[in-house]
């Protein structure tokens, strides 16, 4: 795939960054934002909105990354140039690594190719399943409804936790997403089931036959010690994974230094993604991500991705 920047520009002025109080990505710098999602998984934009509200934001380089889905790309696509947005292909895999849920994001993939296809289709069966699963559990635990519930928040049926989260908030069995999911949907909870996603080498490798670079999503999320992670980036580039986001949802300024040191030992190029789902929450709005270190090595760079005026 050769994507066409609508203007090439000298290469980007990194800074020291800063998360929280955002040290944003530099005005006269492209902006890139290599993670979000729409409708057609747990987002609440249509793609033709979500490639509308980045132009308002800004962002010259948009993923999107919808969870084990990419059957929102053609619309965005459709819509990418009139806007001023360049738009790369992505996805973001469910996987699984010793028992644990790991989200492996696909940048520049063709979503046509066939086994990534049919890698994704059996991830969205085992998602099925977990749902109704998922609702069974409620049940038993006094929430009436929440199969069907959930899918009434879910416009493209790719039904996730965040559906049921929705459905559990509105019903008042939760204040906000923060409650909902210690209360519900995690481990221990009611409404947690767990599921036996892609193994981790095969999600890298359909991304990777689809002509795409395979990041490892928000580490900082997983909350594992330092050895595990370490052990977790050495299975992952031996299976072919060349990626990190070192600015991911909800890292801090240490887990951005500590993500920034691990690429730099590991041979991992940088990325930086809002994670964004929702346009009521700022703290994942499109394009509000902080400048990489300056050590890091951009994932830009990557010949998958092929940016002009970026290398
Ligand atoms: P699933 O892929 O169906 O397991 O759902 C995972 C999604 O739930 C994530 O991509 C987030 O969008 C959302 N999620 C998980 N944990 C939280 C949390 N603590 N607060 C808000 N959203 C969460
Ligand atoms: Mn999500
Ligand atoms: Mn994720
Ligand atoms: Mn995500």
């Not at 795409?212 to 050895?227: E, Q």
């Not at 060349?242 to 041979?267: C, K, M, P």
Request: with cysteine.
């Amino acid at each position: 795939m050769v994507i066409q920047l609508a203007r090439a520009e000298s290469p980007p002025l990194y800074r020291q960054s800063r998360s929280d109080d955002c040290q944003l990505q530099n005005q006269e710098a492209m902006k890139y934002d290599f993670h979000s999602h729409s409708t057609f998984s747990d987002g609440t934009l249509t793609p033709t909105q979500l490639l509308q509200r980045a132009a308002d934001k800004r962002v010259d380089v948009l993923a999107l990354t919808d969870h084990d889905n990419t059957d929102g790309l053609a619309e965005a696509r459709m819509v990418a140039k009139e806007n001023g947005v360049q738009l790369v292909n992505g996805v973001e895999v469910s996987a699984s690594w010793r028992k644990r849920l790991l989200h492996i994001v696909g940048l520049g993939i063709d979503p046509e190719n066939a086994d990534l296809a049919s890698g994704l289709a059996q991830v969205q069966c085992a998602r099925l399943e977990r749902a109704q699963r998922m609702g069974k559990d409620l049940e038993r635990h006094g929430v009436e409804g929440a199969y069907e519930g959930a899918q009434e928040y879910c416009q493209e049926g790719l039904l996730s936790r965040t559906h049921f989260a929705r459905f559990l908030i509105d019903r008042g069995y939760a204040k906000d997403m923060k409650q909902v999911f210690k209360r519900y949907l995690v481990n221990g909870k009611p409404g947690y089931v767990s599921t036996e996603w892609a193994a981790l080498e095969d999600a890298v490798s359909w991304i990777k036959g689809a002509g795409g670079v395979a990041v490892i999503a928000h580490p900082a999320r997983y909350k594992l010690t330092l050895t595990k992670m370490k052990e977790m980036l050495a299975d992952f580039v031996d299976c072919g994974g060349e990626g990190i986001e070192v600015i991911g949802s909800g890292h801090n300024d240490d887990d951005i230094r500590l993500t920034a040191a691990l690429a730099t030992d590991y041979g991992l190029l940088a990325s930086v993604g809002s994670d964004f789902h929702d346009p009521e929450n700022g703290r994942r709005e499109l394009g509000h991500v902080a400048a990489l270190p300056e050590q890091c090595k951009p994932i830009w760079q990557h010949n998958a991705l092929a940016l002009q005026g970026a290398h």
